[in-house]
């Protein structure tokens, strides 16, 4: 196991419990900008005269920019620290996310969602390497649970609420629904810095690159590619899968149970964080479980595909879970936003990758089976790598 039941005693509930609710908000600010763009885009696209391939991108551009900004983000840590990175990052989201909801045209439009996916990007590695400074050791894997509750809750609150809830009380403008969306995020910020610990900033100056000397650094990277790739991919191929059979007027059904899966994998993780989490096992079951769930949707139709992707979205989640909670277990403090953000860059880059070249094969082909198809060659070929995982904490360095 990866981590073990620390000596010291632990903090009071009193201080555990605001830590927990900031770790659990910036978590939501991971994904809510990014997927309030899906329900608002039929409205974007027709005041601003966007074409398909640009309304697709208000999605897909944030997520190519997870992979892009980790290495700012992990800069950013090594010079600053982790609770300023985050800090500086949710501003720079919260300018990016508003912004688009200020632009006159397409072209500001694209920047400002460039920048927002900058400001993601950079909170990604900054979260995991502010746990070892803000938590005892034997709370660490609860607070990797906690702040990807906040994500994957955000990742439904986004795609849920906002049209049936929040359009309507802001006279159904997208603009102003953006903005009440993104500026709340501020109110994060200026909380970031009411927890005593962890105020200074490095004394000396640490590496940022990734370390690729490190085998964790590209294996936990293409195993977190593995579970994106499977979960946007299926996600974005979904209503051509079902227009495919026939069957698209499940598609409503088919996203609510397949995006509501991953809140209940978060919340199973609450529970089983600390004995589940550093357990290579897991990692191997999850993996393998997400492949057959994304395999099934090849062959089954109707309510059965359904069943099979909201599996493999269940599980997917946990593995993310599984393995965005080891580098703060893994390594010190000083090397953690380092190997997050090395395993963020080849994580989001493959999530990103895979699914369009799928995307090719399937226009080339006119199925659209041959996009999932590609999605689950991938797998299958980094699935051995779960295996090999060295899960035994490194020996503590000083931090340099």
């Not at 994106?228 to 227009?243: I, K, P, R």
């Not at 399937?362 to 790598?385: E, F, I, K, N, Q």
């Amino acid at each position: 196991m990866a981590f073990q039941t620390a000596a010291t005693t632990p903090p009071p509930p009193a201080r555990l419990l605001p830590v927990a609710v900031l770790l659990w908000l910036a978590g939501v600010y991971l994904r809510i900008p990014v997927l309030v763009a899906p329900p608002l885009a039929p409205f974007i696209g027709d005041e601003l005269a966007l074409t398909q391939a640009l309304t697709g991108a208000l999605t897909t551009l944030p997520i190519l920019m997870l992979a892009i900004g980790a290495m700012p983000g992990s800069l950013a840590i090594s010079r600053i620290g982790p609770r300023n990175t985050l800090a500086l990052a949710m501003v720079i989201m919260v300018i990016g996310s508003a912004g688009r909801g200020l632009v006159p045209d397409t072209v500001t439009l694209m920047i400002a969602s460039a920048v927002m996916g900058l400001g993601v990007a950079m909170m990604q590695p900054a979260l995991p390497a502010l746990l070892p400074r803000w938590l005892e050791p034997h709370h660490i894997a609860l607070g990797s649970a906690i702040y990807m509750n906040g994500m994957l809750m955000g990742e439904f609150i986004g795609a849920g609420i906002t049209l049936p809830v929040l359009m309507p009380l802001l006279d159904n403008s997208w603009r102003a629904t953006i903005l009440a969306w993104s500026l709340p995020a501020l109110l994060v910020v200026a909380a970031l810095f009411l927890p005593k610990r962890d105020l200074d900033r490095p004394v000396r100056k640490s590496a940022w690159l990734p370390d690729w000397k490190n085998p964790l650094t590209l294996r936990l990277g293409l195993l977190l590619g593995l579970s994106g790739s499977m979960f946007f991919g299926l996600n974005a191929y979904m209503g051509n899968l079902l227009e495919q059979q026939g069957r698209i007027g499940l598609l409503s059904e088919a996203l609510f149970w397949y995006n509501i899966a991953q809140v209940f994998a978060s919340l199973v993780m609450l529970k089983m964080a600390r004995a589940w989490v550093g357990r290579r096992t897991f990692i191997v079951v999850m993996a393998v479980l997400s492949i057959a769930g994304t395999a099934g949707t090849l062959v089954l139709e109707g309510w059965w595909f359904i069943a099979s992707a909201t599996l493999m979205s269940f599980v997917a989640g946990i593995l993310l879970i599984l393995l965005v909670a080891l580098p703060p277990l893994l390594v010190n403090s000083a090397e953690t936003g380092r190997l997050s953000a090395g395993t963020f860059l080849v994580g989001y880059t493959m999530a990103f990758s895979v699914p369009m070249l799928g995307g090719l094969l399937a226009d080339w082909t006119g199925d659209t089976r041959h996009a999932v198809m590609a999605m689950v060659a991938y797998s299958l070929l980094v699935l051995p790598l779960a295996f090999t995982l060295d899960l035994k904490r490194k020996k503590d360095q000083p931090a340099s």
